[in-house]
């Protein structure tokens, strides 16, 4: 199918630029208008399968499905927003214990927040309350948010943070990447760790003024890079050494995207706070942070928010964790089969073609970095966009991440059927666009 654009989007997209900042959109002139399961339709009624599934935030399918639309609708009609940072209300209490159940022991203390930039923020105070520290590390490649104490955690391109600082006291290291690190696994793993010992605590900051390293189990808007299986150990093992606390944000990779609830769990590993958005709200505006019991509580007034744990965002999450929760271990099987079904098509390309020049992935969270040859690996950001908009015409919907690399994000309900349609457009563009 090739997607047409005809006046309707082109007079939306005219108008949105005359009023609207400009933003992150790439040059798709998708307009969309509604869509349900695998498919996004347009204003034009072109239909799209959805292999972005709205950056992760559709996890159960575009428009969520029926259980949470109508939870949302129910509550619509007794109350939208109640004040919950002043009022008590038993909905969010409901979401949180729910939350809570699906986490490690010792978990309790939940703050609920708008989005993935308000979660992180919440955890730099928590933080920087529970320890006395200030200094905060975190990770090249990055992306935590883009208000002023999340982007100092960020650090996956300029243009986020050009002309913004300064920021909270943050140091970077490498996240340790295989496809771009000369040895094996665990001297990949050892580089950074090594790295934060040997230069950021015996050069820049004393071990007991850093208060926490924030990390992403798999980092998304860097290019979806796996670290080793054992790496998250060895920080684990780094940060007990020093009484510094991790910060585990799952808010791209979490909620079932690799297979397990929490991304970090496929690691053997445990954070102290864990940072949620994104399907945590089910297609509404909805995040939270949540710290173990042991690490206490926030003083009175320290810390709240106008719309944190929303009545019609709480409904519609408490619904989505129930179908979670019901459906687990079909859930579990499907994505671990579909997943598999992609990564091997997709190796296929890598093994035929010389600009796919790596596969990587858990679950149902894939990337694809094209580069300029295997042997350079030279990043190739042109030939992998072109690819991008080639998919998009044919009515696929994949987005970038990172310097060169294309992510591979399904809802996790997503059909056998539109597995193969999908595979079979990204094959026919990546056999095209590499003439």
Same mark, same amino acid.
């Given at each position: 199918?090739e997607?047409?654009i005809?006046?309707? #989007? ?17 040059? =798709? ?8 399961? $695998? =498919? +996004? ?8 399968? $959805? ?9 159960l ?27 008590y ?5 409901? +979401?949180?214990?729910k +939350? &809570? ?15 993935g ?22 990770f /090249?490649? #990055?992306?935590?948010? *883009? ?15 050009? @002309? ?22 665990e001297?990949?793993s ?24 924030? =990390?992403?189990? &798999?980092?998304?808007?860097?290019? /979806? ?16 050494? @020093? ?13 079932? *995207? ?18 949620? #958005? ?5 297609? =509404? ?17 320290? @810390? #709240?928010?106008?719309?944190g744990?929303? +009545? ?9 964790? $129930? ?9 579990? *099987? ?18 035929? /073609? ?13 990337? &694809? ?9 030279e ?32 809802p996790?309900?997503?059909? $056998? ?7 079979d ?11």
């Open positions: 199918m997607v047409k005809g006046a309707k #989007a082109k007079s939306v997209i005219k108008r949105d630029s005359r009023v609207i900042f400009t933003t992150t959109r790439e040059d =798709f002139p998708l307009v969309a208008d509604h869509g349900s399961g $695998d =498919f +996004l339709y347009d204003i034009e009624g072109n239909r799209f399968i $959805d292999f972005s599934s709205f950056v992760s935030c559709y996890n399918g575009v428009n969520a499905n029926a259980q949470v639309r109508n939870a949302a609708k129910k509550q619509i009609d007794r109350l939208m927003h109640g004040m919950f940072m002043d009022y209300e038993e909905q969010p209490v409901k +979401l949180a214990e +939350l &809570v159940s699906m986490l490690p022991p010792d978990f309790g203390r939940v703050f609920f927040s708008n989005s930039t308000e979660a992180n923020e919440d955890a730099i105070k928590l933080v920087k309350l529970f320890t006395k520290r200030r200094h905060i590390i975190a /090249y490649g #990055a992306f935590h948010g *883009r208000s002023m104490g999340a982007l100092g955690l960020t650090a996956s391109k300029t243009a986020h943070r050009a @002309h913004f600082g300064p920021f909270v006291n943050v140091s970077h290291a490498p996240y340790p990447d295989p496809y771009r690190f000369d040895g094996d696994a001297e990949c050892q580089a950074s760790i090594d790295f934060i010992e040997k230069n950021i605590l015996a050069k820049e900051i004393p071990p007991d003024e850093v208060a926490a390293i924030f =990390f992403e189990p &798999v980092q998304g808007e860097g290019g /979806y890079i796996v670290p080793p299986r054992g790496f998250f150990k060895e920080l684990r093992k780094l940060a007990d050494r @020093h009484g510094i606390l991790l910060v585990d944000d799952e808010i791209q990779a979490g909620y079932m *995207r690799t297979g397990k609830f929490l991304a970090l769990s496929n690691f053997g590993t445990v954070a102290d706070i864990y940072t949620f #958005a994104k399907s945590f709200g089910a297609g =509404f505006p909805l995040a939270a942070t949540v710290a173990r019991k042991s690490l206490g509580d926030t003083p009175s007034g320290s @810390h #709240a928010g106008t719309f744990g929303n +009545l019609v965002a709480s409904a519609a999450a408490t619904a989505s964790l $129930d179908y979670i929760k019901r459906n687990m271990r079909s859930l579990q *099987r499907g994505i671990v089969r579909k997943g598999a079904t992609i990564m091997k098509r997709m190796n296929e390309l890598r093994e035929t /073609y010389e600009y796919v020049g790596d596969v990587r992935g858990i679950g149902l969270m894939i990337g &694809v970095e094209f580069v300029k040859s295997k042997d350079t690996k990043y190739a950001p042109k030939e992998r966009d072109r690819v991008i908009m080639s998919c998009f015409k044919k009515g696929l919907l994949v987005l970038p991440a990172g310097r060169s690399s294309m992510r591979i994000i399904p996790l309900t997503v059909s $056998d059927s539109s597995v193969e349609k999908g595979l457009v990204l094959e026919e563009t990546i056999k095209e666009n590499s003439k």
